[in-house]
């Protein structure tokens, strides 16, 4: 009975993605299901429309530049958190953590503020700042498990045998610490490429995101396009969550193993 | 090593930075027409407690604790199958299908809903676009991953041996559950409940999408009035009470928390 | 004649490819004290597991009371289970943990009162009813998990290894306490262990297992003393396996030149090869050569306090084992020669 329940409840999860699939191959405009027939005009406008196209380039380089940040500031925060014998590690990880809690209307119009106060409304490195600021809690926190799990015995016995701090970090400490830091770029990388409240405050016409873009299109338009649209994600989503729960387990990362 | 911890805090510094601007707009008066402020001013609080802005925060506290509820029994027949079965496929599966939303992103999966609320799979007897219904439905969904996580590890923190001893002393199934897992879930329900609740106070796309104008949430008129209206100051006094009751919620999960630990 | 108030008929039970109990047939009297015994993954958790169940056997049947129960679940058993790790319910009271299957048996809730408190008395944990199980030792855990599974008054009473967390001390302690309330209370009770010292002080019978299947079932005397198969004589204290060939109704000739008398034992078959086993406390070092002893030369002393235990291999080159009680009786060294006395009664057939 459990099962039969469970059944109908992810049906009820998967229901949206499949009806979106479907209808992204509908040969017209009006919806209508079952579909009248099949045809890839809604991703060939997709991909050519300008906007998007922009969009994308603009995804690109947001995300590409949060990360590039966000990746080395969040590793050393979580090796410092773990080895750095602080006072009070648990308040500054909830102040590392802290942007997962403030609502994206209150954190965009905060740096729409910020960014119009120091005369950089048009600027991409507002966003991009935002960006890291809200990827940062997922990176510290996908490292610090890791972290965690590192046997600091490890790093003392290659000091040992008379490698340096750095040596040891690279050639110790960063190979072990690979299947977080995986995580976290994954996480860096998928929370980036998706945000969307934060940055429909932070940018305009030219600097707007992806998921922006397509909210200013669903808003105005109701042809398929953003079901074309919707699918390419979609896919490249769940090839790249079924890629990383192969090889690094993500049941692991959330669920308590017997 | 206590110095690699300084690149973090000087990006948490400047967030903390956009969110002082934030309560520095809300004491200013607005200017219509115009991005320039006037003076200290209280105008904008108190026009959070007009009757017509009460009603919407009222609404946006119904609706956040009726998806909530609904939420959370939804989730919590998947969340016990993903902690207790013994397949390692039926795990993987259920794990990828219950992460994958989260990555998707809250456009494609809110336009997902205006397809299918909006008559394009089946034709409603009643409206369900641009209604609280649908709007519900739509939070309810987006929230589901969240709570089924979170009660996925609580559960799987519950020893079954607790289970076998319940059934060893003559309880059937049903009464298991009722008298042994569901109390010893309390920690995961009560933290999954209130982040829940706290993300769908703020939740923008659904309601914007999904209500069309007509379901109006706290973040909708944040977004209305700073984004269409310019007038920063008055949203930013809807913005700074958003964030106040996101934060004192989850303070509370912090409390559930430790007081479980 | 008593009773069987459990019966396992070949019971099978694999779990994927691995047979954890093999064509079991086994009867539990009324009111008698059995051990499951043997080495970890014998299979003797999964036949508890089985008579709960909490498993179902792949092949054979299970009856309790005369009943046929194979198919029945867990719930509708009526039996009484204490787990291992007692797993006593972290979110109820001491009082609510044992009322528990009262409460499910609907019992009105003067009674319950009245009986928690009895069967509190019983495990002697009279005042501890309010606080939660976090709050106990280890010991008071076992004893509140003993009066959950006692207080509605089963049919059969399981023990899961409940004494192996406790330390040393408390474990003797609490294995004389189950007993006196085993007795006391009078309930067929099946317990498991490892512990072989647990299962000879505390069983009415011992079924030795290993590999699912049962190895000899009988009294701790039984066992110990007649070991059925080299395994039981290996498990169950510690023995010396000698082989020989029978050269007369009770005369083993372990090698040319070597024979040593047996008795105690039905006659032996003529020409045939036979092991025997004989235990270390009963080889002694006589003072000089004569009738029943052999000599060995001296290869390993361990001293161990109360005893000193000593290698030693006779002139056909198998070994022997001996406990010699302080002080030894004469001074012994490694090379040493030594005259072991092997009495005749003392040696035990095996197959």
Known sequence: MLKAAVTALVAFMTLPTVVVIVVSFNPTAILSFPPSGFSFRWYENALTYPQFQRAALNSLWVTLGAVAVALPVGTAAALALERGKLRLPTLWATLLLSPLVVPGVAAGLGFLILAASLGMIRSRAVLIAAHVALVLPFVVRSVWVSVRNLDAALERAAASLGATPWRVFRRVTLPLLRPGLFAALLFAVVVSVNEFVVSLFVSNRVTEILPVAMYSYVVNYTDPTIAAMSTLFITATFAVIWLADRFTGLGRVFLHHR | MKLLLAPALAVIALFAVALGCLLQYSVLEFVPGSLQTGGFTLENFRTVTTPQYLGVIWDTVWLSAATTVLTLVASYPVAYMLARTGSARVRSTLLVLTLAPFFTGAIVRTYAWILVLGNAVITWPIPMLFTERGVLVGLVHFSMPTMILMLAAGISHIDPVYERAAASLGARPARVFWRVTLPLSAPGIVSGSLIVFAWTLSAYPTPALLGGGKVQMIATVVKDRGLDSFNWPGAAAFALLALVMTIALLAGVGRAGARTA | ?351
């Open chain 3, 1 to 351: 004649m008593a009773k069987a108030v459990v019966e396992l008929r070949t019971c099978t039970r694999d779990f994927g490819g691995v047979r954890a109990v093999d064509a079991m047939d086994l009867a539990i009297l009324e009111g008698e004290f059995l051990s499951l015994l043997g080495p970890s993954g014998c299979g003797k958790t999964t036949t508890l597991n089985l008579i709960a169940g909490f498993v179902e056997p792949t092949a054979g049947r299970i009856l309790i009371d005369g009943e046929d129960v194979t198919g029945l679940p867990a719930h509708r058993r009526g039996l009484g289970v204490v787990f291992q790790s007692y797993a006593l319910f972290p979110h109820l009271s001491v009082f609510e943990n044992v009322a528990f299957g009262l409460r499910e048996r609907r019992v009105p809730a003067a009674e319950i009162e009245r009986r928690v408190a009895e069967a509190l008395a019983l495990v002697r944990l009279d005042r501890l009813g309010r606080q939660k199980p976090a709050e106990l030792s280890g010991g008071m855990q076992q004893r509140v998990a003993l009066a959950r599974a006692l207080v509605y008054r089963p049919r059969v009473l399981l023990l899961d290894e409940p004494l192996a967390a406790l330390d040393k001390k408390l474990r003797e302690e609490m294995r004389d306490e189950l007993r006196a309330i085993q007795r006391s209370v009078g309930i067929t009770t099946v317990f498991v262990t490892h512990d072989q010292a647990e299962a000879l002080g505390l069983s009415d019978r011992i079924a030795v297992m290993s590999r699912g299947r049962i190895e000899q079932l009988g009294t701790p005397r039984d066992v110990y003393e007649r070991p059925a198969t080299r395994f039981v004589a290996d498990f169950i204290g510690a023995s010396t396996i000698l082989r020989g060939r029978a050269i007369g109704a009770d005369l083993v000739a372990l090698s040319p030149g070597l024979t040593i008398k047996v008795s105690a034992v039905g006659a032996l078959a003529m020409g045939r090869d036979v092991e025997l086993a004989i235990r270390p406390e009963r080889v002694h070092l006589a003072a000089a050569p004569g009738t029943g002893t052999a000599a060995a030369r001296i290869e390993g002393i361990v001293y161990q306090g109360a005893l000193t235990e000593v290698t030693a291999r006779l002139g056909d080159g198998q070994q022997v084992r001996a406990f010699v009680t302080e002080p030894a009786p004469l001074p012994l060294a490694p090379g040493q020669t030594v005259h072991l006395s092997l009495p005749a009664d003392a040696f035990m057939v095996l197959a």
